[in-house]
């Protein structure tokens, strides 16, 4: 029992983690004043358990790190996939760029902080991974200073020191990062004087994702110009920007086919995006007081049904590709991905998981079912094939060195860039490549929490031993210098966002929230400020923040 409790066996490693994961998940439960800083106590509570002598074995420690990192950034690739290079469209461009200004800002405050103190580069890394809360950044940091003691570039007993310090000033830094975040964010009404249902009602006019959300318009045809005209001529330069469901001419109701001729009187139900609304009124004419229900009750041969696409090789190909209403005749108005309800357009890529409005007789929808799969249950069980060939394929890409002029050592994208990069590829590729990388959000989840969760305890308590002596010795001063790096930075571009190009007030809260990777000053924004346009444009900088961040931490690394 000794050796279990106080060895280094593998049963000892195996206990003293659970114990950490556990303990330190279980008090991130706990909120001051509605903020909590989560897993993260994981990290603290194994710097306090390795300080007195609960160690693991180092080989363990190390495995656990990079396996654990390993998870998590590919879990979060796979999810920011689909929507990383749409974040570039748009309002996002600028938002990119202010997220791109904050990361730079912050590098430049690292180093300068450097020079003018003499701190290690080493050390003012750590502090600033941990002003940011970019747990990714860290673990690229700490897994090039092991490429370059690999590679004979450092002697071993400087690396070991450099990689303590990493680890103890991320952690004294961490604290403060959260709370400097969210201390602006706080700030930010007063200062700016912001009238939120104002400022939420300018971007519902603008919001291109409710833009592009499924709109139903009952219209009446009443423009002479179509009249006698087939429905494929008069959809012309507007094919794919609208899907009419069902026609209802007398008491007939059906479902037009491209060669349909409308008449005068006839009605017609339309599934299309809001921004498309005001030019179906000048084509058909205006909308009519009818509701779903009319259509129902006079319908006895149509049904609509949702159907979930399940069958792999489905993933990846378009609607106009299936044909299915020329097959079936059948109609598929809408499509249900990540919670959005988008129209259904000839070009639209489906995806495992999404499930699809069709509309048509019930013998019809039964062969439409069977050609998509339709078995939701199917897709409980994740696909691992595509997850560990993409790991394995990140390991190698992360392993190839790249050359910088004036940078002594190559640069590698390491264990978190390069299953980072190409899980976002995977995930935003994948249906087009008809590789099927679908995992449910629990799935994900707990990839991701697994991942972390591993990550910080091996740090933990690799970093405990040293990081009492470490802080007695000057390493208090890492708490002004992670304020600094952390208000100074998001301080800047918050005033550049809003004076200067007039940034939305809920779009600045998601900008600074994921400009420094910041789950808890999210959740502080969109529990303080009520709305899920906070969490939108988080999602829209976080992709290239993420990556940014961990790049940036590894080049100065490379250069100390």
């Known amino acids: 029992m000794k050796e279990l409790f106080f060895g280094t066996g593998i049963a000892h490693s195996i206990l003293l983690f659970?114990?950490?994961?556990?303990?330190?998940?279980?008090?991130?439960?706990?909120?001051?004043?509605?903020?909590?800083?989560g897993s993260t106590w994981i990290l603290f509570l194994g710097i306090i358990l390795s300080h007195f002598g609960f160690t693991a074995n180092p080989t363990v420690l190390a495995f656990m790190k990079d396996f654990g990192l390993i998870l998590f950034v590919f879990s979060i690739g796979l999810q920011v996939g689909p929507g990383f290079f749409q974040s570039f469209k748009a309002g996002g461009v600028k938002l990119n760029l202010l997220a791109t200004g904050l990361v730079l800002l912050a590098v430049l405050t690292t180093v300068a902080i450097h020079?003018?103190?003499?701190?290690?580069?080493?050390?003012?890394?750590?502090?600033?991974?941990?002003?940011v809360t970019n747990t990714p950044g860290l673990g690229?940091?700490?897994?090039?200073?092991?490429?370059?003691?690999l590679s004979g570039g450092a002697d071993p007993a400087v690396a070991q020191l450099d990689a303590a310090a990493l680890a103890s000033s991320y952690a004294v830094a961490y604290p403060l990062g959260v709370l400097g975040v969210i201390f602006i964010l706080m700030l930010m009404k007063p200062l700016f004087r912001a009238n939120l249902d104002a400022e939420k009602a300018l971007l519902d006019q603008e919001n291109p994702a409710a833009a592009s959300a499924a709109r139903r318009m009952h219209c009446e045809v009443e423009n002479p110009a179509i009249f006698g005209k087939r429905l494929c001529d008069i959809m012309g330069d507007h094919q794919g920007k609208f899907v009419i469901s069902r026609l209802m001419r007398d008491a007939e109701i059906f479902i037009p086919g491209p060669d349909t001729i409308l008449q005068q009187g006839d009605r017609i139900l339309i599934v299309t995006s809001q921004h498309e609304v005001d030019s179906i009124r000048i084509i058909f004419g205006e909308e009519v007081p009818l509701h779903l229900s009319d259509w129902i009750k006079h319908e006895d041969h149509l049904i609509s049904r949702r159907l979930t696409v399940s069958k792999a090789s489905i993933n990846g190909k378009t609607l106009a590709g299936l044909n299915l209403r020329a097959k079936y005749g059948v109609q598929v108005t809408r499509i249900l991905r990540t919670g959005l309800e988008l129209v259904a357009r000839p070009n639209s890529i489906l995806q495992m998981g999404d499930i699809i409005l069709v509309v048509g007789t019930e013998s019809a929808i039964n062969d439409v079912a069977k050609v998509v799969g339709n078995k939701p249950d199917s897709l409980r069980k994740p696909n691992l094939v595509p997850i560990f060939f993409g790991i394995a394929l990140g390991v190698v890409f992360g392993s190839i060195p790249f050359t910088f002029p004036g940078i002594p050592?190559?640069?590698?994208?390491?264990?978190?860039?390069?299953?980072?990069?190409?899980?976002?590829?995977?995930?935003?590729?994948?249906?087009?490549?008809?590789?099927?990388?679908y995992t449910t959000v629990s799935a994900n989840m707990m990839i991701r929490e697994i991942g972390i969760c591993f990550f910080l305890a091996a740090v933990g308590l690799g970093a405990g031993e040293s990081f009492v002596n470490s802080l007695m010795s000057g390493g208090y001063w890492w708490i002004l210098y992670g304020l600094i790096i952390t208000v100074v930075p998001v301080f800047t571009i918050v005033l550049v966002a809003r004076l200067v190009f007039k940034v939305n007030f809920y779009q600045i809260c998601g900008l600074v929230s994921g400009g420094t990777t910041d789950p808890a000053a999210l959740a502080f924004a969109q529990e303080a400020y009520k709305s899920d346009y906070v969490s939108v444009n988080y999602a829209t900088v976080y992709p290239l923040t993420m990556f940014l961040r961990v790049l940036a931490a590894q080049l100065l690394i490379l250069v100390a």
């Open 140 to 149: 690229a940091a700490q897994q090039t200073l092991t490429d370059i003691q």
């Open 115 to 131: 020079l003018i103190t003499g701190e290690s580069l080493p050390t003012m890394v750590g502090v600033m991974s941990g002003a």
């Open 18 to 37: 659970a114990v950490v994961i556990a303990s330190g998940l279980w008090m991130g439960r706990f909120k001051i004043k509605g903020i909590s800083i």
């Open 409 to 437: 050592q190559p640069v590698k994208l390491g264990l978190a860039g390069g299953p980072l990069i190409v899980a976002i590829l995977l995930g935003h590729f994948g249906p087009k490549w008809k590789i099927t990388t």
